[in-house]
Nanobody, 129 residues
């Protein structure tokens, strides 16, 4: 069962969007949920992560101070609030669970793509004037 990402769209530079990730149908155990993004011609990169256990968060440097990840445990949903959007934020955004934890590491501490999945269709975010 894949996670469902939604909330993408077209927004002007400096604008905001709120993405949602529905994990309600995902029944297997996992350590965290993360957002990744992939721009045309680029590798898929990690954006932000939130731990299932203690709610700890982590962000890539380029989005710190602009993006906020949060979880609604009652609805099993994770949100990504994106403010002050830039053209370089344009990408397809995916959410996925961390289903493998490296020995000695904490959830979200080293968000390697190979430790996350399954990958759904994603939601397109376009930042353009």
């Amino acid at each position: 069962v894949q996670l469902q990402a939604s909330g993408g769209g077209l927004v002007q530079p400096g604008g905001s969007l709120r993405l949602s990730c529905d994990a309600s149908r995902f029944t297997a155990d996992y350590y965290a949920i993360a957002w990744f993004r992939q721009a045309p011609g680029n590798e898929r990169e990690w954006v932000s992560c939130i731990s299932k256990g203690d709610g700890g968060t982590n962000y890539r440097d380029s989005v710190k101070g602009r993006f906020t990840i949060s979880s609604d445990s009652a609805k099993n949903t994770v949100h990504l609030q994106m403010n002050s959007l830039k053209p370089e934020d344009t990408a397809v955004y995916y959410c996925a669970v961390q289903n493998r934890l490296r020995i000695g590491s904490l959830p979200c501490q080293f968000p390697l793509k190979v430790d996350f999945g399954p990958w759904g269709q994603g939601t397109l975010v376009t930042v353009s004037s």
